[in-house]
């Protein structure tokens, strides 16, 4: 009997929550006794040290408490809280220590004791397999959306097998592309916890980036020329600022309180740490000899050369300088942050499951070649995907989904890691790409044609590097004030983010993402002052040289305020009011997804709204009505509806100006009226080239998405 992949993981799902059926906690629930799948008053200190299948992992975490981090993880294991354990059995362990050379626990050094540790323990969330299949969804992988407490996120997928007579289904989950779940003895529940056996120790590393690069052999060629380029020794320096520090007297009134922004009460932070981290997407020697000729490092030059041009390869000229075409060529391979595979994209607010509309999940990120942009997209698009083929939720860089290119570039697609090797090391992550990507003149062509629309996140890589970046599972918008918050908020001071100056008293504040909310990917940022006063600095991503209409994506309310836009310290525009809705004269809006205008009304309305500088939001984003929806898979079932029906999430054309590709192009953000604390609220930015902001009429090549 054959089944198709859809129905394995419907039968996947039943499986695994029948395990859980007698009530295990969700990760979003509070801690009941009622609600253990086994109770028996244990801690999860008691559970690991009792249970003979663990003794070895127990050896693990107590040496663990000799780590020079200070912190004695099996008394901390031994408290109220709420945690979820990996735990790796005894032949789990005595397997990874025979391959490292190891007799028994007493000769792993406590540092690796403690990574091992740290790596199969999650802090502050509990996991069960129910909430695994929801994390998964539709997808054969994705991320646990809480970091371990080394830091790191787990990779998870399905795990499954069929026998040969197609009736048997072996279901489970499999993470870091090793180690597998038990099933049969998941979701053993403690008092502050939850365990997961595991049948393999979990890869993790303390290496540096570059150092991790070097160990796989598949890619010698690439980490030959990071090293002979620089950007290694530049990496393997990189971990943290120990010098970040913020003038806690100044910051004495918001700091873990609570602060009224916009039409809300908000518990807020402050960053503890400021890390460095770094993503390498890395081509194969395979791929690079097959596909492109390069076998050396001078065909790699060689090609480099094609694209960006420069001279004569040489064995001894300065690789290192930022002009060099092969640092070029590796620097655009390259990011100045890490994430986990799939927190590249976000989809929340974003429709991921309509055939009829081109919408994937996108950010465009400067890369470390200076002053160059790189798009990322998570494939998710039916009609993406029906029309040109690629892996349904997998990551591609430089793909084209527009149909205003000639000839649609695919992109490169960036593999899932399967634990083949350790590739996320202690101050980044690296992917095995099946291709090579440049900011030559066809991508700028091919691929930045189109409406460059980036949430302001892209713009800031220590908020992602330092897992800032969160998201509210719980859909539950009545917990903000809240320390315990699903979505963190945190205020910015200056230094912390690099290129960011807040010039006058105000305050620069992240607020975390909720799927609820008129915010495009959930999150924004906003900036606001006590005393009616705030002046903001940050820079744009660069673009290729051209005319671009810049607009702001946010939504219209009262309390919002009145600002002044400048580009590189010119006013622009007239002011920027942010208050009321779209149904002001100034504005002119219409739901134009109301039947009760005809086509023609509806082009009529649009057409004057841009002429006054004014655009409807986005019609492929999607916030929901109430609790209860996870993202925007589910957003054609409720009645939230799309950002374009709302009055408030509108987009402002700021200017329309040209921008130099070899500048970098700084915004400042002023206030002009700011009475009783009024505030700006910046979402997301578009910059539209005029080949597509210019198209008028039928077979236009700006879309409604």
Request: proline letters at 3%; charged letters at 25%.
């Amino acid at each position: 009997m054959k089944r198709t992949m859809k129905n394995i993981r419907t039968l996947l799902i039943l499986g695994l929550m029948s395990i859980g059926a007698m009530g295990v906690v969700s990760c979003s629930d509070d801690m009941h006794e009622e609600n253990y799948y086994t109770f028996t008053g244990e801690m999860m200190s008691d559970y690991l040290q009792s249970h003979e299948d663990f003794s070895e992992f127990a050896a693990i975490v107590n040496k663990a408490t000799g780590s020079t981090r200070g912190t004695n993880i099996m008394d901390l294991l031994s408290v109220r809280g709420q945690y979820t354990c990996f735990a790796p059995t005894n032949e789990a362990v005595n397997k990874f220590m025979a391959a490292n050379g190891y007799k028994s626990v007493d000769d792993i050094p406590s540092d690796i004791c403690d990574t091992i540790a740290r790596t199969h323990l999650i802090n502050g969330r509990v996991y069960n397999t129910a909430d695994f299949s929801e994390l998964l969804g539709d997808f054969t992988s994705a991320d646990v959306n809480k970091v371990n407490m080394n830091d790191r996120y787990l990779s998870l997928e399905w795990a499954y097998d069929i026998n040969e007579d197609g009736d048997t289904l072996v279901a489970t989950y499999r993470l870091q592309g090793t180690g597998e779940i038990i099933a049969s003895l998941a979701n053993d529940s403690v008092e502050n916890g939850i365990v997961h056996p595991v049948d393999a120790v979990l890869s993790s590393s303390n290496l540096a980036i570059p150092d991790l690069v070097a160990q796989n052999e598949k890619i010698r060629l690439f980490s030959e020329a990071l090293t002979l380029t620089g950007l290694a020794n530049y990496m393997a320096t990189k971990f943290e600022d120990e010098t970040w520090n913020y003038d806690a007297e100044e910051y004495e009134a918001y700091h873990g309180k609570v602060i009224y922004s916009g039409a809300q009460n908000d518990w807020c932070d402050i960053p503890e740490k400021r890390r460095f981290k770094f993503t390498i997407f890395a081509c194969p020697d395979e791929i690079l000899a097959r596909d492109y000729g390069i076998t050396d490092i001078e065909s790699m030059y060689n090609y480099a050369r094609s694209i960006y041009g420069g001279p004569d390869y040489s064995a001894d000229m300065d690789f290192t300088d930022i002009t060099n075409p092969l640092r070029r060529l590796v620097a655009y391979h390259c990011l100045p942050f890490a994430q986990s595979y799939d927190h590249y994209t976000t989809i929340c607010t974003i429709v991921t499951n309509a055939t009829k509309v081109f919408v994937n999940p996108t950010e465009w990120y400067s890369t470390m070649d200076t002053l160059t942009t790189m798009k990322v997209t998570r494939l998710t698009s039916a009609r993406e995907i029906n029309t040109y083929g690629g892996i349904s939720g997998d990551m591609y860089l430089n793909r084209s989904d527009n149909n205003r290119s000639l000839v649609h570039s695919p992109g490169v697609h960036v593999n899932r890691p399967t634990g083949e090797y350790v590739q996320e090391a202690r101050n980044g992550i690296y992917f095995l790409v099946d291709g090579l990507i440049d900011y030559g003149e066809e991508t700028k062509t091919d691929i930045f044609n189109t409406r460059i629309r980036f949430d302001l996140m892209d713009c800031f890589p220590e908020m992602i590097s330092n897992d800032l970046r969160n998201y509210d599972e719980t859909h539950d918008g009545t917990k903000s004030e809240l320390p315990e918050a699903p979505a963190r908020n945190f205020i910015l001071p200056n230094g912390y983010l690099d290129g960011v100056k807040v010039n006058s008293d105000g305050i620069f504040l992240y607020q975390g993402a909720r799927n609820w909310y008129w915010s495009y990917e959930g999150d924004e940022f906003n900036v606001w002052s006590p005393v009616n006063h705030y002046d903001i600095e940050f820079y744009l991503p660069s673009v290729p040289s051209g005319t671009y209409q810049i607009r702001l994506g946010s939504a219209l309310m009262e309390s919002r305020g009145i600002c002044q836009f400048y580009l590189d310290d010119e006013p622009k525009g007239i002011p920027f009011d942010q208050r009321s809705n779209g149904l002001e004269d100034r504005i002119g809006w219409i739901n134009i997804e109301d039947n009760k205008y005809t086509y023609e009304q509806k082009e009529t309305y649009k057409k004057n709204m841009h002429n006054l500088g004014w655009y409807h939001g986005p019609g492929g984003i999607f916030n929901t009505s109430g609790p209860g929806f996870k993202d925007g898979r589910d957003a054609l079932a409720h009645s939230g509806g799309s950002f374009r029906s709302h009055l408030t999430t509108l987009r402002y054309v700021l200017c329309t100006e040209n921008l130099d590709e070899k500048v970098r192009h700084k915004v400042r953000i002023k206030s002009v009226w700011a009475v009783g604390s009024a505030l700006v609220m910046i979402d997301y930015l578009e910059l539209v080239p005029k080949s597509v902001y210019g198209v008028e009429g039928e077979g236009k090549a700006e879309d409604e998405f």
